[in-house]
């Protein structure tokens, strides 16, 4: 894939033709900023869906984000003509379990994906059942990764009307050349994997016409270890990393960090050459994503398709002195998320503040379709939100992580509101820690051994407790693991 230089078109044009001043959207132009129009003549058409998932893509790892080099033109557009979830979080930080989350609307303790070693139990329901149930024709592309090996019959039951994934790596796939499952049918494709899922998606479309569509394409990048095409390779090496000062003065906390170290995850190289890699990964998978996106202008159903971007967890990049992500500290939990939703949102390129959560996308998607939600679910409807109404939204929201051997992190509890953090570790193993986000926004002091915060203490476990009890955690577990 040759590198394309961005084209940013300022003049108001409709996308199809956006796309043919700016290039193959395929090679890595980009699209143009104007806002989808919804049909204003005749009935209302049912909208279509399209749930894009990457891995390990913290929050501020887009341009449009304030990234300081690193360009994501086709989701800024995502963004440009829809909305960006500012305050966008996960529930768990781990691969697995947050994948279900999104899936089910439901948190970790609920659906049973607890870490990346647990199953998926097919009792769970996923929204692309009740989306195919309604009509839609359904779609899993991509990274299944639960529990991390095999891959579940959601095909064959009829459940799903396209299931395409792999298990190469335990999972995790491989980023040339991967063997993929089509329907239950071994396929081996050729190339770059994030352009091979691409064309899956791609694909996908074409045989959905004429169909109103609902796919779930989850993209392996950006996850360790990082590999790019040749044209991506080095192409951030002059750029400076904004590398936190904890790092620069002790590295990394080899306690939690040995997983990563040089017979690790990173490959024997340095950390600062890692996030390079990391970078030209997203942007491998930015370009390549334009693909499907100029299919579905192809078509000229951008008007009535709602396109939904998030991460799967954050990540770590030496704050704390750490790597990774698993623990409750923001650089971890925080993610991506963007919206473009036609005839929902009235005014493109919003910025939302509203603290939204993975366990949000199934139940949005859902009601964004006009259906019933499960009594079951969790998590809550962002499409108010896209229309500008936030009366009642949460104010605070559980985040839950459990033990995921070999990893040393030992599972946590924690309680976030908009300017305060307090979490608990399992059996004490380390000691508890709260933070006001709203003076210490990178969470450097730990307020809660001081005496002068026990009252404030004292209501951000009361607050955890009642989140505990509303989520229905397990009150063996919370009364003997964490003594709450």
């Known amino acids: 894939m040759p590198v394309i230089k961005e084209k940013f078109l300022t003049r108001k044009i409709n996308r199809r033709q956006a796309i043919k001043t700016a290039g193959l959207a395929a090679s890595g132009a980009v699209l143009a900023s104007a806002s989808p129009l919804a049909k204003k003549t005749g009935a209302p058409e049912k909208l279509n869906f399209l749930f894009i998932l990457t891995d390990d893509q913290r929050w501020d790892a887009l341009s449009i984000a304030g990234h300081p080099f690193l360009k994501t033109p086709n989701l800024d557009w995502i963004a440009r003509t829809g909305a960006r979830f500012t305050n966008a979080f996960v529930t768990t930080s781990l691969c697995s379990p947050s994948r279900a989350c999104f899936l089910t609307g439901k948190y970790a303790h609920i ?18 059942e009740l989306m195919k149930q309604s009509g839609y024709f359904t779609g899993f592309i991509g990274k299944w990764h639960m529990p991390g ?29 991967c063997p993929m499952f089509v329907n239950g049918k071994k396929e081996d494709p050729r190339g770059y994997i994030s352009d091979v899922l691409n064309d899956y998606a791609v694909q996908f479309l074409k045989d959905a016409q004429g169909k109103n569509f609902c796919p779930y394409l989850a993209h392996k ?17 002059n750029d400076k990393l904004c590398l936190p000062p904890e790092y620069l003065d002790k590295g990394l906390d080899a306690r939690y960090a040995s997983m990563h170290l040089p017979m690790g995850l990173l490959g024997g190289n340095d950390m600062e050459k890692e996030e390079r890699k990391y970078f030209e990964t997203i942007k491998a998978l930015d370009d390549s994503l334009a693909r499907v996106f100029e299919e579905l202008d192809r078509q000229k159903i951008l008007d009535r398709t709602v396109i939904i971007f998030a991460g799967d967890n954050g990540y770590l990049w030496g704050e704390h002195n750490l790597i990774d992500k698993r623990f409750a500290f923001e650089e971890s939990i925080r993610i991506p998320f963007l919206v473009c939703a036609p005839g929902i949102i009235q005014s493109p390129g919003k910025n939302i503040d509203a603290m939204t959560l993975n366990i ?25 939100l896209l229309s500008g109404k936030n009366d009642g939204w949460r104010q605070s929201f559980l985040y839950e992580y459990f ?23 399992e059996n004490n193993k380390l000691p508890e820690e709260m933070y006001d986000l709203g003076k210490d926004p990178k969470e450097k002091t730990n307020l809660a051994p001081d005496p002068g915060r026990k009252i404030q203490k004292q209501e951000m476990v009361s607050l955890l407790k009642t989140l505990l009890d509303k989520t229905g955690y397990p009150e063996k577990d919370r009364a003997e693991k964490f003594k709450l």
Not at 221 to 237: E, L, N, R, S, V
Not at 362 to 383: C, T, V, W, Y
Request: glycine share 8%; net charge positive.
């Open 111 to 128: 659906h049973g994906v607890t870490n990346n070693i647990t199953p998926w139990r097919e009792q769970n329901t996923a929204y692309l």
């Open 149 to 177: 090996k095999g891959l579940p019959d959601l095909y064959g039951t009829g459940r799903v009307d396209r299931f395409i994934s792999f298990t190469a790596v335990a999972g995790q796939g491989k980023y040339f050349n």
């Open 221 to 237: 990048a950006a996850h360790a270890q990082f590999a790019t095409p040749a044209p991506y390779k080095g192409m951030y090496k």
């Open 360 to 384: 949000d996308l199934a139940p949005s998607i859902l009601d964004m379709a006009g259906l019933p939600l499960p009594a079951d679910m969790q998590g809550a409807s962002f499409k108010p």
């Open 403 to 425: 033990y995921d051997a070999p990893y040393p992190v030992p599972g946590l509890v924690a309680v976030r509101t908009a300017d305060m953090k307090y979490v608990r570790y």
